[in-house]
Nanobody, 121 residues
Framework: QVQLVESGGGLVQPGGSLRLSCAAS????????MRWYRQAPGKERELVAS???????NYSDSLKGRSTISRDNALNTVYLQMNSLKPEDTAVYYC???????????????WGQGTQVTVSS
């Protein structure tokens, strides 16, 4: 009942920047938190950053100091600004939302399809 659509990925040179967007839609009552994960080839999925609807942020070591997570609650959208990108940042970046729907009071996680970020010269 909830769809997450990511955008903003692509090819960028080392040292470049990208801003990822993720818009949630569907039978949404509220979104407790939104998160960004990434998964590189041959590696496990890892958390990048999270943000609550109140605006509290949390960052993992990955991309620490080089990324900023933000959100627009009115648009049910989360953003990830990434700067000073390195080849090791190459991965599929996934949006995750902790959502309470209109028909079910308990929150559960929903995932987007992912957007490819490739850092290469």
């Amino acid at each position: 009942q909830v769809q997450l659509v990511e955008s903003g990925g692509g090819l960028v040179q080392p040292g470049g920047s990208l801003r990822l967007s993720c818009a949630a839609s569907g039978s949404i009552r509220s979104i407790n938190a939104m998160r960004w994960y990434r998964q590189a080839p041959g590696k496990e999925r890892e958390l990048v950053a999270s943000i609550t609807s109140a605006g509290s942020t949390n960052y993992s070591d990955s991309l620490k100091g080089r990324s900023t997570i933000s959100r627009d609650n009115a648009l049910n959208t989360v953003y990830l600004q990434m700067n000073s990108l390195k080849p090791e940042d190459t991965a599929v970046y996934y949006c995750n939302a902790e959502v309470r729907t209109l028909t079910f009071s308990l929150a559960r996680n929903y995932w987007g399809q992912g957007t490819q970020v490739t850092v290469s010269s």
